[in-house]
T-cell receptor
Framework: KQEVTQIPAALSVPEGENLVLNCSFTDSAIYNLQWFRQDPGKGLTSLLLIQSSQREQTSGRLNASLDKSSGRSTLYIAASQPGDSATYLCAVGGDKLSFGAGTTVTVRA | GAVVSQHPSWVICKSGTSVKIECRSLDFQATTMFWYRQFPKQSLMLMATSNEGSKATYEQGVEKDKFLINHASLTLSTLTVTSAHPEDSSFYIC????????????FGPGTRLTVT
């Protein structure tokens, strides 16, 4: 059974600082890895999808890397803004996704 | 991008009653949809896979007779929580894979169910 772990569970940074969010998974035979953002009481917004053959994806200030051999992915958010405050979820799988517990980020103005 | 909607966004019901939640893919067809449940301060847990035109498949520990799933068309799946109890209070979220972006999963906005 796939186990997904996200560290840290919570993170508070001043505005402008870069964010580094970590995700690890136990079964390296994954199809996709997806990063999501969830605001309180809301659904999920897909941020980045990394297919198993890829090593990274970039979108604006976001960059996600994937190292299947070590079972790790890292989400980098450059020059954080208060609007980046949310919970970030990592999920692995194909159609069926296994989720980590998330990292709750607070960016202080 | 692909859009998935859910209805209602929130619902309060009395213990013992049934509640139906709809999940729609608005601009694409989805032969498969997924239902997740999220308890407060916990992550999402997959409940079941909804298959258009056939029976849903349930994850271990999820009661199929309690959580009825119907996928009657390529754009609509419904989850009915039967004989709801307070412990069924949760955030229910559906998703659908969009083949146009490598089977990227698109999630609905979720339905907050409170059973009193």
């Amino acid at each position: 059974k796939q186990e997904v772990t996200q560290i840290p569970a919570a993170l508070s940074v001043p505005e402008g600082e870069n964010l580094v969010l970590n995700c690890s998974f136990t079964d390296s035979a994954i199809y996709n890895l997806q990063w999501f953002r969830q605001d309180p009481g809301k659904g999920l917004t897909s941020l980045l999808l990394i297919q198993s053959s890829q090593r990274e994806q970039t979108s604006g200030r976001l960059n996600a890397s994937l190292d299947k051999s070590s079972g790790r992915s890292t989400l980098y958010i450059a020059a954080s803004q208060p609007g980046d405050s949310a919970t970030y979820l990592c999920a692995v799988g194909g159609d069926k996704l296994s989720f980590g517990a998330g990292t709750t980020v607070t960016v202080r103005a | 991008g692909a859009v998935v909607s859910q209805h209602p966004s929130w619902v309060i019901c009395k213990s013992g009653t049934s509640v139906k939640i709809e999940c729609r893919s608005l601009d694409f067809q989805a032969t498969t949809m997924f239902w997740y449940r999220q308890f407060p301060k916990q992550s999402l847990m997959l409940m079941a896979t909804s298959n258009e035109g056939s029976k849903a498949t349930y994850e271990q520990g999820v009661e199929k007779d309690k959580f009825l799933i119907n996928h009657a068309s390529l754009t609509l799946s419904t989850l009915t929580v039967t004989s709801a109890h307070p412990e069924d209070s949760s955030f229910y979220i559906c998703s659908a894979p969009f083949m146009g972006t490598g089977n990227e999963q698109y999630f609905g906005p979720g339905t907050r169910l409170t059973v009193t």
